[in-house]
């Protein structure tokens, strides 16, 4: 198995590469050309990015540059909070595709359940059914917002993309998106580095065992729970590390050890209730900078 191999595949048989590279944060220009160029360079062609994160236009840059076919690529981006609505929707992927320079995305996301998202979905909708977008999903949905979407909706959600780590490990979550065949990717699949959870000593016994770091064997334990993940890194010799997974499997003891660091603290905003709150996008907004 190899990075560009292992791949997960959605409802509509759509194969996504399962190991993805997440550029949240990453805005300095020089910074980003060096990790996009080393991911590219490793073997990473599942990319994640986000009209809020700024980067759009440097990614599609980027992967022009490489000289890659496009079609090589598996590009993901998502509409924002301000942007909901089935109009606003139509535009705000006009304007993500004419920033990245290309014509179609291969996955396009709800950011956030905020107001008008059974709008912004018809539009999403109309946009897969005419080619524009391969897998539509959303992210940080919780249970009643999923139920909320499907009952309106003529395309169930694919996929739904969600802070999850050893110590948040969304196991109601996890359950549901399998029984309707939602696909679970993760963000902050290392716990955005926390040290606590990083230097934890069970963990680091599980990596001496496999001749492996501690981030290896989380990525390691997401990939067995059959969950695409989108590892965040500007670090080039963190970048290959990442990708350095697929030589090794965690034993069934070793899940089990795992799963009992499960402690249900999220390291981000609680999505549940947002979507009728006044002030989220103030917040928001304050939380990405």
Do not use: C
Request: aromatic share 10%; charged share 25%.
């Amino acid at each position: 198995m190899s990075l560009e191999s292992t791949v997960v595949r959605a409802n509509n048989g759509v194969a996504i590469p399962q190991l993805g590279f997440g550029v949240y944060k990453i805005t300095k220009e020089e910074e980003f050309r060096t990790a996009i160029s080393e991911a590219i360079q490793i073997g990473y062609r599942h990319f994640d990015t986000a009209k809020i994160y700024g980067n759009e236009e440097a990614l599609g840059r980027a992967i022009q540059n490489s000289q890659i076919p496009r079609e090589q690529f598996f590009i993901t981006s998502k509409v924002w909070n301000t942007d909901h609505g089935y109009k606003a929707t139509k535009k705000a992927f006009e304007r993500t595709i004419q920033k990245m320079g290309v014509d179609y995305l291969d996955m396009y996301l709800i950011h956030f359940a905020s107001p008008n998202y059974i709008e912004t979905w018809k539009a999403m909708e109309e946009l897969y059914e005419a080619g524009k977008i391969k897998v539509i999903g959303v992210a940080n949905f919780e249970i009643q917002h999923l139920e909320h979407l499907m009952k309106y909706s003529t395309i169930p959600p694919m996929i739904n993309q969600i802070e999850t780590h050893p110590e948040f490990p969304q196991l109601e979550l996890h359950n549901y998106l399998k029984e309707h065949q939602i696909l679970h990717e993760a963000w902050a699949p290392l716990g955005q580095g926390n040290q606590t959870l990083l230097q934890h000593p069970e963990l680091k016994k599980i990596a001496e065992q496999h001749h492996k770091t501690v981030a290896q064997v989380i990525l390691r334990w997401h990939l067995e729970r059959g969950v695409i993940l989108i590892p965040k890194s500007s670090n080039p010799k963190r970048i290959k590390e990442n990708s350095e997974i697929f030589d090794f499997s965690l034993t069934s003891r070793n899940m089990e050890k795992v799963s009992q660091l499960n402690t249900g603290k999220r390291y981000s905003m609680n999505p549940t209730g947002y979507m009728i709150n006044p002030i989220y996008n103030r917040l928001m907004k304050l939380f990405l900078k």
